[in-house]
């Protein structure tokens, strides 16, 4: 069992930044990968960013050189720092585990809303 739960979220104008966290309820060691997922109304939901157990990170094509994943084993968290922000970065953001010996767990969602 893996409970997540994010923060983060928030109204920002365009331009602007936020920092979203996901803090789980075990060891980071114990999840091969930590993931971002975002679905905005009417969309499908979509991998944004994922750091993995072999250090690699990825990034859908949208969001490189703005969103950058990261980790604190310390603290068992995931962050996503979201700079320069566009309208269209607006949706729910889920952040999700990724094993291959345990069911995928998800968070609740938080919601990200860019506008002026």
Not at 31 to 56: D, S, T
């Given at each position: 069992?893996?409970q997540?739960?994010?923060?983060?979220?928030?109204l920002v104008?365009?331009?602007?930044?936020?920092?979203?966290?996901c803090?789980?309820s075990?060891?980071?060691?114990?999840?091969?990968?930590?993931?971002?997922?975002?679905?905005a109304?009417?969309?499908?939901?979509?991998?944004v960013?994922g750091?993995f157990?072999?250090?690699?990170?990825?990034?859908?094509?949208?969001?490189?050189?703005?969103?950058?994943?990261?980790?604190?084993?310390a603290?068992?968290?995931v962050?996503?720092?979201m700079?320069s922000?566009?309208p269209?970065?607006?949706?729910?953001?889920?952040?999700?585990?990724e094993?291959?010996?345990?069911?995928?767990?998800?968070?609740?969602?938080?919601?990200?809303?860019v506008?002026?």
């Amino acid at each position: 069992q893996v409970q997540l739960v994010e923060s983060g979220g928030g109204l920002v104008q365009p331009g602007g930044s936020l920092r979203l966290s996901c803090a789980a309820s075990r060891s980071l060691f114990s999840i091969g990968r930590m993931n971002w997922y975002r679905q905005a109304p009417g969309k499908q939901r979509e991998l944004v960013a994922g750091i993995f157990a072999n250090g690699n990170m990825d990034y859908a094509d949208s969001v490189k050189g703005r969103f950058t994943i990261s980790r604190d084993n310390a603290k068992n968290t995931v962050y996503l720092q979201m700079n320069s922000l566009k309208p269209e970065d607006t949706a729910v953001y889920y952040c999700k585990t990724e094993t291959d010996h345990e069911q995928d767990y998800w968070g609740q969602g938080t919601q990200v809303t860019v506008s002026s």
